[in-house]
């Protein structure tokens, strides 16, 4: 029962573009969100975060937008830079911080020149 | 701040012996670790979560007999593979949580777990 999921395995996006990667999940349960960065045979790095009590927060480049209503969130990052490039995974937990995380299955991001 | 210290970043075993994974909250009071797996190309999977001085909680399927885990103190959570097999290669990464954790959820930089 995947409860956080990634449907885009893969997006290819140009420099200086927008980048847009989407989550959904499905367990109502779910009040915190997060974001993280993965390189192969690296620990994840957190990216930002956002709490079921708001619908956008902004951290530089990145920004993340969830609809409770709809169970989905989604990631922009604004413009978009080849160091970006890396494995991207949404993560979910209810509860509060102690709690758990849930992860969606990730979604590799190539940013070309 | 919040770095967590995981070592090794890789190991190479035979089948049918045991491996120890460290993660060291450096600067940082871990009260609750979390362990996952990771299959290439997969999502991270939660195997346990331990709180400090408590035994560990394993998710459904994860067989506590064969991976270990210890949290003796606030600084240290260890992951032991024991009679490790082949399907056990995987990354292992940890992840903590506690006092002075700025995101809440600090991860290690991950273990490659090779059982030939």
């Known amino acids: 029962d995947q409860q956080v999921k990634q449907n885009s395995p893969s997006l290819s996006v140009q420099e200086g573009r927008i980048s847009i990667l989407n989550c959904d999940y499905t367990?109502?349960?779910?009040?915190?969100f997060l974001w993280y960065k993965k390189y192969p045979a690296e620990g994840p790095t957190f990216l930002i975060s956002?709490?079921?009590?708001?619908d956008k927060n902004e951290d530089g480049r990145f920004t993340v937008f969830l609809n409770k209503s709809a169970k989905h969130l989604s990631l922009h990052i604004v413009p978009s830079q080849p160091g970006d490039s890396a494995v991207y995974f949404c993560?979910?937990?209810?509860?509060?911080?102690?709690?758990?995380?849930?992860f969606g299955t990730g979604t590799r991001l190539q940013v070309t020149l | 701040g919040a770095v967590v210290s995981q070592h090794p970043s890789w190991v190479i075993c035979k089948s049918g012996t045991s491996v120890k994974i460290e993660c060291r909250s450096l600067?940082?009071?871990?009260?609750?670790m979390f362990w996952y797996r990771q299959f290439p190309k997969q999502s991270l999977m939660l195997m346990a979560t331990?709180?400090?001085?408590?035994?560990?909680?394993?998710e459904q399927g994860v067989e506590k007999d064969k991976f270990l885990i210890n949290h003796a103190s606030l600084t240290l959570s260890t992951l032991t593979v024991t009679s490790a097999h082949p399907e056990d290669s995987s990354f292992y990464i940890c992840?903590?949580?506690?006092?002075?954790?700025?995101?809440?959820?600090?991860f290690g930089s991950g273990t490659r777990l090779t059982v030939v």
């Open positions: 992840s903590a949580t506690g006092t002075g954790s700025r995101y809440g959820y600090t």
């Open positions: 367990n109502s349960m779910f009040d915190y």
């Open positions: 956002i709490s079921s009590i708001k």
């Open positions: 993560a979910a937990s209810g509860g509060g911080t102690a709690s758990k995380l849930t």
């Open positions: 600067d940082f009071q871990a009260t609750t």
């Open positions: 331990s709180n400090e001085g408590s035994k560990a909680t394993y």
